[in-house]
């Protein structure tokens, strides 16, 4: 059966992870990946490979009969500790995880081609498990606050008692890239909840509500982010755990 399902993590994981995931591919179509202020470790085409936060739009083109795609995604502001690395290492990319977990990744690899399809997301929770990373409190805090319509970058900053240049710095490391992106990624999660009521509010006013300064603003943002103009973006977007 098709399709992308998302699963809690284990209780000893839900402050660094958002989800456990599920992508069956049920043919060869291209699937578009958008921005989420997140790094997931994944295991794809028989390799444990980690994706970066991105910037903007992806498209994955699965292989004829692919196996299923599994995944365990890392919140915003817990990717720095458990890779051991500043995530701005591995922003828009994706790549072997061998090349940060040289100790780690290959038995993790090895584990998981062996094990049963059923068992691979349990092995990915262990894998982040073994990593004892913690989130930066304070970008979490900052990611919570960004997810507010009437917040800004220099508003949450000065609520925090931090300089905008510490944040930032903090933010790079923590999740890939700053709070003006993460602020960005909010403001477009919030369009595409808005998108999901019975009754969605014509454009300009979903705009409005979801924080940006016009109409205009949201469509440039949205082809930036998702490579797609809001109309057509929105017929089909759905939100996944952040």
């Not at 692919?66 to 701005?88: D, N």
């Not at 982040?128 to 409190?137: A, K, P």
């Not at 925090?160 to 993460?182: C, D, I, N, Q």
Request: aromatic residues 4%; contains cysteine; proline residues 7%.
């Amino acid at each position: 059966m098709g399709g992308y399902r998302e699963f809690a993590p284990p209780a000893g994981l839900a402050s660094v992870a958002s989800c456990l995931w599920e992508n069956h591919s049920a043919g060869p179509h291209a699937q578009r990946i958008i921005p989420d202020g997140c790094v997931d470790l994944v295991w794809m085409r028989e390799e444990l490979v980690l994706v970066g936060a991105d910037t903007g739009p992806v498209l994955y083109l699965p292989a004829e009969g692919e196996e299923p795609v599994s995944g365990i995604r890392l919140r915003p502001g817990a990717a720095g500790a458990v890779l051991g690395i500043s995530a701005s290492e591995v922003r828009d990319a994706r790549g072997p995880a061998v090349a940060v977990w040289p100790e780690l990744a290959p038995a993790v690899g090895e584990a998981l081609a062996l094990a049963e399809p059923t068992r691979r997301l349990d092995l990915l929770a262990r894998a982040v498990l073994q990593r004892r990373g913690e989130r930066d409190v304070l970008v979490a805090a900052a990611a919570h606050r960004l997810a507010l319509p009437t917040m800004n970058v220099s508003t949450v900053a000065a609520e925090l008692g931090v300089s905008e240049r510490h944040l930032h710095r903090r933010t790079v490391a923590a999740v890939g890239y700053g709070p003006k992106m993460l602020e960005r990624v909010a403001r477009l999660r919030r369009l595409m909840a808005l998108s999901g009521r019975p009754r969605p509010l014509p454009l300009a006013q979903r705009a409005a509500v979801a924080g940006y300064a016009s109409q205009s603003h949201m469509s440039d943002d949205v082809r930036r982010l998702t490579g797609l103009t809001p109309v057509r973006f929105l017929e089909d977007a759905s939100l996944t755990a952040a």
